[in-house]
């Protein structure tokens, strides 16, 4: 009988120990493997990410500097109004054309589309448009040659809309229309 009273509290001792102290252990370890595998993928993810950085940058200095001055001049870092209207100005004057009212908007987009100041896409996937409205007193022939040395000499443009005057065809006493062309242009900044 003291066999069988030594037997049974062994078997209540031991699930006790199991209870109190080898079950919160077991969980403990569930979670901490949990963890582990999660940062295993973490660490996979990140050498995937080196692996693509490391190969961009090996791109990136494959490009000759003749390039990436293309590449910059079509999405430029910054965005230089005063510099952007005196070229356009300049393309105007060796086309004989007189640009008027000049009006510029710049917007935030995204990758998505135009969002409102800092909502939206991180700053990764931003961009600025600048949204040109000009007025532009020529014939249609040279009105037609400024259009291609506008595209060009300058920075990439996207020609949104141009009408002929303001509402009807108001020509002047040489031949000349009064053209409204609106454009937009891009930067990172």
């Known amino acids: ?6 037997s ?10 199991m209870v109190m102290y080898v079950s919160p252990k077991y969980q403990e370890i569930s979670v901490l493997r949990a963890q582990n595998e999660e940062l295993s993928a973490a ?5 995937d990410i080196e692996e693509t950085s490391r190969k ?13 001055e293309r590449l910059e001049r079509l999405l430029p870092p910054t965005f ?19 640009i008027q009212n000049i009006n510029i908007d710049t917007k935030l ?21 600048h949204e040109f409205s000009i007025s532009v007193s020529a014939t249609y022939e040279v009105f037609m040659r400024f ?12 020609i949104t809309s141009i ?21 937009r242009t891009y930067s990172l900044k």
């Open 163 to 183: 009408n002929l005057g303001q509402g009807s065809a108001q020509q002047g006493s040489n031949g000349s229309y009064l053209y409204q062309v609106e454009f």
């Open 43 to 47: 660490i996979l993810k990140t050498k």
């Open 56 to 68: 961009l940058g090996e791109k990136m200095r494959s490009f000759s500097p003749i390039d990436l």
């Open 1 to 6: 009988m003291f066999n069988t009273i030594i």
């Open 8 to 17: 049974v509290a062994l078997i209540l001792v031991s699930i006790g120990v």
């Open 80 to 98: 230089d109004e005063l510099r952007f209207v005196n070229s356009m100005q300049g393309v105007a004057a060796r086309n004989s054309v007189s």
């Open 109 to 129: 987009a995204d990758l998505g589309g135009v969002t409102q100041q800092g909502a939206g896409a991180t700053s990764a996937e931003k961009y600025l448009i």
């Open 147 to 158: 259009l291609k040395d506008l595209e060009r000499s300058l920075q990439f443009i996207d």
